[in-house]
């Protein structure tokens, strides 16, 4: 009898341990999931060329609604309302300088990004 109790309770002891291991191991997993998540966010637009010159390309994973570009101030300086997923919109009327294109898809969806005007 004191033979399998020796022989089980370091088994016991191992078990405890490494089943807290598994706990730390998924919480930290979970976590990482998480951030994971909120950047793997699908994009509603890619556009390009960036910097810009005459013409940008914005091309929408979904039909788009609006293209507005917004200067630093926060003002709006050219808005494009569209209804195709593939879009040429004309920056000559803009000035240079850095403009955010805050971008509207059919599902309401909205991201915002950043490009310069040569």
């Not at 699908?42 to 914005?58: C, W």
């Not at 630093?72 to 309302?81: A, E, H, I, P």
């Amino acid at each position: 009898m004191k033979m399998t109790c020796f022989i089980f309770l370091p088994l016991i002891v191992c078990n405890i341990s490494f089943s807290q291991d598994i706990f730390d191991q998924n919480s930290s997993e979970n976590d990482s999931l998480n951030s994971r998540n909120l950047k793997d966010k699908p994009a509603v637009f890619k556009s390009y060329p960036n910097p810009v010159e005459t013409y940008l390309y914005v091309i929408g994973n979904l039909r788009l609604q609006s293209v507005e570009f917004i200067n630093v101030s926060g003002k709006t300086q050219l808005f494009y309302k569209v209804n195709k997923a593939i879009n040429r919109l004309d920056t000559s009327e803009l000035k240079k300088g850095m403009y955010l294109i805050k971008v509207t898809n059919e599902n309401y969806a909205i991201e915002v990004k950043r490009i310069v005007k040569l």
